[in-house]
């Protein structure tokens, strides 16, 4: 992110609403915040994450399941 972003046309979702969105602990989304794997605005003691910021998050965690199939068929092969 720039220092100089515009965030008017952010919009915002809490900790409890991500975690519902991601069908997760609230406790997960926490640790992702301060892991640094999903960006977040910190107001007084509470966090609000940008939603594309929970949408880039899951496009990037996305699986296509070419991976797992790779790895188990080279296991086999010998």
């Keep these: 992110m720039t220092q100089e972003q515009n ?9 409890q609403e ?16 301060h892991a640094g794997e999903l960006p977040a605005v910190r107001f007084g003691r509470s966090y609000r994450v940008p939603v594309n910021a929970v949408e880039s998050y899951l496009r990037s965690a996305v699986v296509d399941g070419t991976e797992a199939r790779g790895a188990s068929g080279s296991a086999h092969a010998g």
């Design 18 to 33: 991500v975690a519902e969105l991601m069908r997760v602990s609230k406790m997960t989304v926490y640790r992702m915040v």
């Design 7 to 15: 965030f008017s046309n952010v919009t915002f979702l809490t900790v």
